[in-house]
């Protein structure tokens, strides 16, 4: 492999030119307040409950139904915004999620039976709102593109890439800084310390986000005569990056209980917070790296690839039986996560039409969600039955059967011709060959960071 590093800042506008947008810092600053905190839930229940009932198995299973819950109601979620608007839908579900997380907290800590905690955890849990795909349409909206006409005949703004180059960042930071904030304030401060940070957060930053009501997009007009829009889902790509996602859950889940029962069993509890930011970081460093390059292979050989290195990266936590070799492997898997999450975030765009992209959005938030739930729930198992070694089987195990079904079904991820209308009478568009990359002086990189760094592949 070769590689050589041009400077090439015209390439695509960058983060800052973005960020001058009229209007866009009032919804980015409280959007990420509100969405940070879909990073923290998970594991702030799994401490919280470990604490009160001192069981990694019972702590996953109110975890998982709140993951479930969750991933369940996204769609909904995305379908009732798109139909009523964000702040109608928004301000009630804030609103309800505070006192759902609220009560939890309270049951927990009044040292409530596994069963009631579980049952909380479900409104705690289809509550969580859906901001990530809230403020990617507001990009879209606002730069013209999404359902625009724009967007059909190719038109909108040149930083629509840019927009969302910057929203995967947004999204790779709430994944890898919530828990690591969450896991500081519940072994810092006190067990409960990460729910209650986490119910104000998404508190204040939902009503301030949903008082944006300027930069809101326009409602979709009522479907045709008979006609009804379809569901992202009935589109196989989206199927087969949910899979690939439900991967990525299962080792977010799994690392989070695998690595604070570790932490217990070497008599450090505080070292949790470490590790895991020691993961969080390899994270972060690869998303900000796949932004500098011009990729010269497509996006679907880059998610294969780079899915691949994540499968080999979490087959081996297993056997790490120190805190240095643990805190290395985890820095591999931080590093593997980050281009495959991206890459699966950015194919919606060429998969998906833009009057199903938010609902779509949803589907794979969701499916990180649920699989982040399950994992949590079979690692809780694992390792109060076994040890901490046998909990991190659960990340190799997700990625192992979700590379599988990557290479098998691969196919469905070229790309859609392009259409602005989903209907009952249309099926999906058939698969054209994966798109080829643009030539050498039209690339541009994937986050916008002002340069760029061709890499060939030889």
Not at 281 to 300: E, L
Request: net charge positive; glycine share 12%.
């Amino acid at each position: 492999m070769t590689s050589a590093v041009t400077t090439d800042t015209s390439a695509r506008p960058g983060y800052g030119q973005l960020l001058r947008t009229p209007g866009a810092i009032g919804f980015v600053l409280p959007g990420f307040a509100a969405r940070l905190p879909f990073g923290m839930l998970t594991i702030s229940i799994l401490l919280l409950v470990q604490h009160t009932t001192g069981s990694y198995g019972s702590a996953g299973i109110v975890a998982a139904v709140t993951g479930i819950s969750m991933a369940l109601s996204a769609p909904v979620m995305g379908k009732l915004t798109d139909r009523h608007g964000q702040s109608a839908v928004l301000v009630p579900v804030v609103l309800m999620h505070a006192a759902a997380v609220s009560t939890l907290v309270a049951l927990a800590l009044l040292g409530a039976p596994v069963w009631a905690l579980a049952l909380a955890a479900v409104p705690a849990g289809a509550s969580v709102p859906q901001v990530g795909p809230m403020v990617r349409a507001r990009w879209a909206a606002k730069l013209g593109g999404g359902t625009s006409q724009a967007e059909g005949s190719g038109g909108g703004s040149p930083l629509l890439p840019t927009a969302a180059a910057f929203e995967s960042v947004t999204d790779e930071f709430t994944f890898v800084v919530g828990p690591v904030l969450a896991t500081a304030l519940c072994t810092g401060v006190h067990p409960a310390a990460g729910l209650i940070t986490e119910a104000a957060l998404t508190l204040a930053g939902g009503l301030v986000f949903a008082a944006q009501r300027a930069t809101q997009p326009v409602l979709h007009a009522p479907a045709a005569d008979g006609e009804r829009h379809a569901s992202a889902l009935s589109f196989p790509g989206l199927r087969v990056l949910i899979v690939a996602f439900l991967g990525i859950g299962a080792v977010f889940g799994g690392m989070q209980v695998s690595l604070a029962a570790f932490s217990n069993e070497i008599g450090n509890p505080g070292a949790n917070g470490l590790l895991y930011g020691i993961f969080a970081a390899g994270n972060m460093t690869a998303g900000i790296a796949c932004g500098a390059i011009a990729w010269k292979i497509g996006p679907r050989r880059r998610l294969l690839l780079g899915y691949a290195g994540l499968t080999v990266a979490a087959s081996v936590l297993w056997t790490a039986h120190s805190m240095i070799l643990l805190g290395a492997l985890g820095l591999v898997v931080g590093l593997c996560i980050a281009p495959a999450l991206i890459t699966g975030y950015t194919m919606i765009e060429s998969l998906i039409p833009g009057n199903a992209r938010t609902e779509a959005f949803t589907w794979l938030t969701g499916a990180v969600a649920f699989g982040q739930a399950t994992a949590v729930t079979l690692a809780g198992r694992l390792t109060d039955a076994h040890g901490s070694s046998y909990g991190f089987l659960v990340p190799m195990a997700g990625t192992v059967l979700a590379l599988a079904t990557l290479v098998t079904l691969r196919a469905k991820l070229a790309p859609n011709a392009p259409s602005l209308v989903i209907n009952s009478s249309a099926a999906p568009a058939p698969a054209a060959p994966e798109a080829a990359e643009p030539a050498p002086s039209a690339r541009v990189n994937e986050r916008g960071l002002g340069h760029r760094v061709p890499v060939t592949v030889d």
